[in-house]
C-alpha cells in the first residue's frame, strides 16, 4: 500500500490537479477544466441593476469541483475552513455573499458556474466569495443537495507567474485513499472523478486520480480483478441506456490500459442502463448522481 500511497502524492502534486485546499476525508475530486489560456469574468459584487459587477481576468484558468459528504452542515460551515486556508495563504477577500444577498437566481445564472453534474447550484442555498492575491484571483462557490455539498473554484494566474506549490498533507492522502478503503471494504465504489460530456460517451482528459489509484491497487494485489460498470439514469428507452452505459464503462477500461499500463484480461466493462439507481430519478439532482460508473472487485 506504501506503493499506492505514493502513487497518490504524485496525483495530487501534479499540475492538472493541483489542490490549493484541504478538504474532508471522503471528499473527491469531480472535474478539473484547466485553459493554458483563457479569460475569467470575476464577479466583484451582488446582482443589481440587471447584471453581475465583474472585472475580467487572463491567464491560465483553472476550473474545478468537488463533491464532499456534509449531512446537515451549513453552506457556511463548508465555506468557512477554506476561506480561512485562503486568507492563510495570503489572499484577501474582497468580496463574500449569500444566496439572497447575493441575488438569488439572478446572481447563480449571471456568473460562470461549471454544468450539471460537475457542479450542483441550489438556488436558495449556496455562498460565493472572490479573493485576491497579488494579481492572482480565485472564486469560491458552495451548495448542498445534502448529503452532499459541492465546491467550485476558478482560479486565474496571469502568464508568467507561477502559483504556490500545492499542499500535500496526510489528510489529502488520507481522503484520497479512501477511495481504496471503500473499494476494500464494500466490494465497490463510485468513479466520482470521472468526467463524461453530457450525452457523450467519450472519457473526459483527465488525469482522473480514482484511475490511478485503481492501477495501483491492482499492481498490490495481483490475484484481484475489477469489473467497471456503467450506470445512467432512466431518460429514454432500456436498450439505449444499457448500450450507452457499457460504453462509458469500456471507456474507462481503456484509459486504464493504454494510460496506467493495467493488463487488459484484469478489467471488464458492463453496462446496466438505469436498473440500480442509488437514489430516486424523479428529480435533475437524482439522475445526476445515478449517472455514475463503479468499479466491483472480483477476487481470483
Known amino acids: 500500500m506504501i506503493r499506492t500511497l505514493c502513487i497518490c502524492i504524485a496525483i495530487l502534486a501534479a499540475p492538472a490537479l493541483a489542490q490549493e485546499l484541504n478538504f474532508p476525508a471522503g471528499a473527491r475530486q469531480i472535474s478539473d477544466r484547466t485553459s493554458a489560456l483563457d479569460s475569467y ?41 477554506l476561506r480561512d486556508q485562503l486568507q492563510a495563504q495570503g489572499f484577501e477577500i474582497a468580496f463574500e455573499c449569500e444566496a439572497r444577498n447575493c441575488g438569488g437566481f439572478d446572481f447563480r445564472f449571471g456568473t460562470e458556474v461549471v454544468p450539471t453534474p460537475d457542479m450542483y447550484v441550489a438556488i436558495h442555498d449556496y455562498r460565493f466569495l472572490s479573493a485576491a492575491r497579488g494579481d492572482e484571483v480565485l472564486s469560491l462557490l458552495v451548495s448542498r443537495n445534502p448529503p452532499d455539498g459541492y465546491v467550485q473554484m476558478i482560479r486565474v494566474t496571469p502568464l508568467g ?38 450525452g457523450e460517451v467519450a472519457l473526459g482528459e483527465g488525469p482522473f486520480a480514482s484511475l490511478a489509484l485503481l492501477a495501483g491497487y491492482l499492481v498490490e494485489n495481483p490475484s484481484t480483478r475489477l469489473a467497471l460498470v456503467g450506470h445512467t439514469d432512466d431518460t429514454g428507452a432500456l436498450p439505449a441506456n444499457i448500450a450507452v452505459s457499457t460504453k462509458r464503462a469500456e471507456a474507462v477500461r481503456a484509459r486504464l490500459i493504454e494510460a496506467h499500463g493495467v493488463a487488459a484480461d484484469r478489467i471488464e466493462a458492463q453496462g446496466v442502463g438505469y436498473l440500480a439507481p442509488i437514489t430516486s430519478n424523479a428529480t435533475p439532482e437524482g439522475r445526476d448522481i445515478n449517472r455514475r460508473v463503479e468499479a466491483v472487485l472480483l477476487v481470483n
Open 41 to 81: 469574468d470575476l464577479p466583484t459584487g451582488v446582482f443589481a441593476d440587471g447584471s453581475v459587477p465583474s472585472r475580467t481576468v487572463e491567464g491560465r484558468v483553472k476550473r474545478l469541483t468537488w463533491r464532499l459528504q456534509v449531512g446537515s452542515s451549513t453552506t457556511l460551515q463548508i465555506l468557512a475552513p
Open 161 to 198: 507567474t507561477q502559483p504556490a506549490p500545492p499542499l500535500v498533507t496526510e489528510e489529502t492522502v488520507e481522503g484520497s485513499a479512501g477511495l481504496l478503503s471503500d473499494l476494500s471494504g464494500t466490494g465497490h465504489v463510485i468513479l466520482d472523478d470521472l468526467h463524461f460530456r453530457t
